[in-house]
């Protein structure tokens, strides 16, 4: 490894390791926040909150490390270009690709270490989201009860909504909604005075069970001075609760799943299907972006002109943010407007490529 290559190679691991922070700092602020306010709200182990935490991290690294890569190289490059470095270089008789070369392998590596994090990390490390929140709610369930908020078990049309919450006493409005099936096809909801969380178990008091039709009418169909409703409740079967969502499963799962699903005459079916299809490409086409970004980001830091690591920061922010929308908007048109996937889905990859060798070109003829 000559010279140059070393001293690019160690220009560029600070400041990518300094955006991957900044970006996986901004995207990880909400779950931070959520769970500050879980530990302020309930006496929750320790362990749990860092087993929470390290098993979130891997799935927005797998964002973070393209967009900080580029933030990273349009920083070196951009101080080589403002300090002349650049110029010297190709008075020296190095050429343009000669110069791209180390942030080019150096997306490579960022690449490969992306796809291991999305292909084989991530998955497993959802399934242990899964597991480690069924648990705190198993045993501590007020830890998971907020204001405004539903607790759902699609499965069963059971749900359970808290108006207001105090301490581990849940009071004023509470309802626990039955979505009856069989013989009676309507709903009832039961409102209870007051709701106490215990380990394993939600106690209601005074309760009066409504029947609603769909005319709008109802009458009291049920009361409970006191009724017990266990948990386990608001989770699904055991074996609804084994199988994995898309986030959890692996390339192959995803495959299968989409063949099996994408013919039902079922419409949602059809639509997991496509949901599936899109989650495999998205899995590539992310970790790969940071090739492509790190490429972008020498061409357009390079320049005989003091562009100055301000202007560099915020065209880095534009492009990635540009990025980002085009791939939003790939998946809107897979499932809304039905475009082909594998058109849709590499389109923001394409158009980064298609920058890489326009400015490559232009950069050539400048020289």
Same mark, same amino acid.
Request: glycine share 8%; net charge positive.
């Given at each position: 490894?000559?010279?140059?290559?070393?001293?690019?190679?160690?220009?560029?691991?600070?400041?990518?390791?300094?955006?991957?922070?900044?970006?996986?700092?901004?995207?990880?602020?909400?779950?931070?926040?959520?769970?500050?306010?879980?530990?302020?709200?309930?006496?929750?182990?320790?362990?749990?909150?860092?087993?929470?935490?390290?098993?979130?991290?891997?799935?927005?690294?797998? =964002? !973070?490390?393209?967009?900080? @890569?580029?933030?990273?190289?349009? #920083?070196?490059?951009?101080?080589?270009?403002? +300090? &002349? /470095?650049?110029?010297?270089?190709?008075?020296?008789?190095?050429?343009?690709?000669?110069?791209?070369?180390?942030?080019?392998?150096?997306?490579?590596?960022?690449?490969?270490?992306?796809?291991?994090?999305?292909?084989?990390?991530?998955?497993?490390?959802?399934?242990?989201?899964?597991? =480690? !929140?069924?648990?705190?709610? @198993?045993?501590?369930?007020?830890? #998971?009860?907020?204001?405004?908020?539903?607790? +759902? &078990? /699609?499965?069963?049309?059971?749900?359970?909504?808290?108006?207001?919450?105090?301490?581990?006493?849940?009071?004023?409005?509470?309802?626990?909604?039955?979505?009856?099936?069989?013989?009676?096809?309507?709903?009832?909801?039961?409102?209870?005075?007051?709701?106490?969380?215990?380990?394993?178990?939600?106690?209601?008091?005074?309760?009066?069970?409504?029947?609603?039709?769909?005319?709008?009418?109802?009458?009291?169909?049920?009361?409970?001075?006191?009724?017990?409703?266990?948990?386990?409740?608001?989770?699904?079967?055991?074996?609804?609760?084994?199988?994995?969502?898309?986030?959890?499963?692996?390339?192959?799962?995803?495959?299968?799943?989409?063949?099996?699903?994408?013919?039902?005459?079922?419409?949602?079916?059809?639509?997991?299907?496509?949901?599936?299809?899109?989650?495999?490409?998205?899995?590539?086409?992310?970790?790969?972006?940071?090739?492509?970004?790190?490429?972008?980001?020498?061409?357009?830091?390079?320049?005989?002109?003091?562009?100055?690591?301000?202007?560099?920061?915020?065209?880095?922010?534009?492009?990635?943010?540009?990025?980002?929308?085009?791939?939003?908007?790939?998946?809107?048109?897979?499932?809304?407007?039905?475009?082909?996937?594998?058109?849709?889905?590499?389109?923001?990859?394409?158009?980064?490529?298609?920058?890489?060798?326009?400015?490559?070109?232009?950069?050539?003829?400048?020289?």
């Amino acid at each position: 490894m000559k010279t140059i290559d070393r001293y690019i190679y160690s220009s560029l691991i600070l400041p990518s390791l300094f955006g991957i922070s900044i970006f996986t700092f901004i995207m990880m602020l909400n779950v931070v926040m959520e769970i500050m306010e879980r530990i302020f709200a309930s006496d929750l182990p320790t362990m749990s909150i860092v087993d929470y935490v390290f098993y979130a991290m891997p799935g927005v690294l797998v =964002q !973070t490390i393209p967009m900080g @890569a580029f933030l990273g190289v349009m #920083l070196v490059y951009g101080g080589l270009s403002e +300090t &002349n /470095e650049i110029v010297a270089m190709e008075g020296s008789g190095i050429g343009l690709f000669r110069i791209i070369r180390p942030a080019f392998f150096f997306g490579l590596v960022l690449t490969i270490i992306g796809l291991s994090l999305e292909i084989y990390v991530n998955p497993r490390a959802l399934a242990n989201i899964n597991a =480690q !929140t069924k648990l705190i709610l @198993a045993s501590k369930p007020n830890s #998971l009860t907020e204001e405004k908020i539903f607790l +759902t &078990n /699609e499965e069963k049309g059971f749900g359970f909504y808290i108006d207001e919450v105090n301490n581990k006493n849940a009071t004023a409005k509470h309802f626990l909604f039955i979505n009856k099936r069989g013989n009676n096809p309507y709903p009832i909801v039961f409102l209870a005075e007051s709701a106490k969380f215990d380990p394993g178990i939600i106690k209601f008091k005074n309760i009066e069970g409504f029947l609603f039709k769909n005319d709008g009418s109802s009458h009291v169909q049920a009361k409970y001075q006191e009724q017990e409703v266990p948990i386990t409740t608001f989770f699904k079967t055991e074996k609804k609760f084994k199988e994995k969502s898309r986030k959890e499963m692996n390339l192959k799962e995803l495959k299968n799943y989409y063949k099996k699903n994408i013919k039902n005459k079922d419409p949602e079916r059809r639509e997991d299907a496509l949901k599936a299809l899109v989650e495999i490409y998205q899995r590539v086409i992310g970790p790969l972006a940071s090739t492509f970004l790190c490429w972008l980001g020498v061409l357009l830091s390079v320049g005989h002109r003091r562009s100055g690591r301000g202007i560099s920061f915020g065209v880095s922010l534009i492009v990635i943010f540009g990025y980002i929308g085009l791939v939003s908007y790939a998946k809107i048109m897979v499932l809304k407007n039905h475009v082909p996937a594998n058109i849709a889905m590499w389109t923001p990859n394409f158009v980064l490529l298609l920058l890489c060798i326009y400015f490559s070109v232009k950069k050539m003829k400048g020289n």
